[in-house]
Antibody
């Protein structure tokens, strides 16, 4: 059974750095083709893809946000970490992590975490 | 980046109605398209991949079609549990992108 669980602060101040952790089970990020992404959703708005890291440690980022984002993985702990620097109130959103089963057969998010709401406010 | 445009942004329908949602990609994505269903307070759920391939357990009243730049999601006979927001996503290349969503509401 595949599970993903996001964790991190519920409240951060503007200009601070946000660090979110995705802890997963039921699959390995050492398996060829597998990747994990971060996706966010501001309240009442649409989904926005942020970043992806794959089994080979290749990393991809949103074009509009990439200067402030870093994604990394710790395969021994089954975790993927996203850091976002210099946050702003517009970064207030529910942040999800999600798995792509195999990058070569389509970059579809077949399993999602429950999401964590992050509010950026002073 | 590939832009994904969904229409309509919302639709009011009754139980038993047929509902069709469209999604247009700004460039050819072949059949690399997914549809997700999201209910309030919940994570999205993958319904369809490869434009028309239903995930295991998804009712057959859901169907997907299209290729290239134009795609559709059809619910043949709307059920009470289908009232939700639906998103398309291009799975062709990174950066991955979603449509703006279509909210299916009760008439």
């Amino acid at each position: 059974q595949v599970t993903l669980n996001e964790s991190g602060p519920a409240l951060v101040k503007p200009t601070q750095t946000l660090t979110l952790t995705c802890t997963f089970s039921g699959f390995s990020l050492n398996t060829r083709g597998v990747s994990v992404s971060w996706i966010r959703q501001p309240p009442g708005k649409a989904l926005e893809w942020l970043a992806l890291i794959d089994w080979d440690d290749d990393r991809y980022y949103s074009t509009s946000l990439k200067t402030g984002l870093t994604i990394s993985k710790d395969t021994s702990r089954n975790q993927v970490v996203l850091t976002m620097t210099n946050v702003d109130p517009v970064d207030t959103a529910t942040y999800y992590c999600a798995r792509i089963r195999h990058m070569d057969t389509g970059k579809y998010f077949d399993s999602w975490g429950q999401g964590t709401l992050v509010t950026v406010s002073s | 980046d590939i832009q994904m445009t969904q229409s309509p942004s919302s639709v009011s329908a009754s139980v038993g109605d047929r509902v069709t949602i469209t999604c247009r990609a700004s460039q050819d994505i072949d059949s690399w398209l997914a549809w997700y269903q999201q209910k309030p307070g919940k994570a999205p759920k993958l319904l369809i991949e490869a434009a028309s391939s239903l995930q295991t357990g998804v009712p057959s009243r859901f169907s997907g079609g299209g290729s290239g730049t134009d795609f559709t999601l059809t619910i043949s006979s709307l059920q009470p549990e289908d009232f939700a927001t639906y998103y398309c996503q291009q799975a062709n290349r990174v950066p991955l992108t979603f449509g703006g969503g279509t909210k299916v509401e009760i008439k």
